[in-house]
């Protein structure tokens, strides 16, 4: 097996922000200010599969990302078929209401601590599902929670850990 650093970690959204050791991938390429190429793979995801295969990633990181997405469902299910069973989903969304959150006219939904548990928790129908909706099936693949914190101090944000849950 091989050891953490050699693990495949994605920076969704990272821009000119990527974080040593994370594949970067974002819809345009960011030109920094040594005219190098910051982004590593330009693609639409909300539109396009991640280029990785079933399981074989063990970290995706979406700072300041799921909030800008129009079709969460299909980006957040790439996100969940790539990440390993041990593998997490960690970032963070601006808490909704707050300048944080209305200032950015390309948000396109607003998150609260408990917008989370939707994907989290067991459906009563649909053992294989989340928690939310009860007795239906929206086609959101289901996580566990490991963290949700909601932070005021000075950010306005809600700080997020995500494992997928994989039967």
Known sequence: TSNYMDAIKLDIGSGRNKPSGY?????????????????????????????????????????????????????????????????????CVPIAGTSSDFKDPTHVRHFTKDTFSYFTGQSLAFPDKPSHPK???????????????????????????LKPRKI
Request: with cysteine; proline share 3%; glycine share 6%.
């Open 23 to 91: 594949t970067s991938i974002d819809l345009v390429q960011i030109i920094d200010g040594n005219k190098d190429k910051t982004v590593d793979i330009v693609m639409d995801i909300e539109k396009e599969l991640l280029p990785y295969d079933d399981s074989t990633v063990a970290e995706v990181r979406a700072m300041n990302v799921l909030e800008h997405l129009n079709d969460l469902r299909f980006a957040l299910n790439e996100m969940w078929r790539v990440l390993s069973p041990d593998g997490c989903l960690v970032g």
């Open 135 to 161: 007795y239906a099936d929206y086609g959101f693949k289901p996580w566990y929670k490991i963290e949700v914190i909601e932070k005021h101090e000075g950010d306005d944000l809600i700080y997020f850990k």
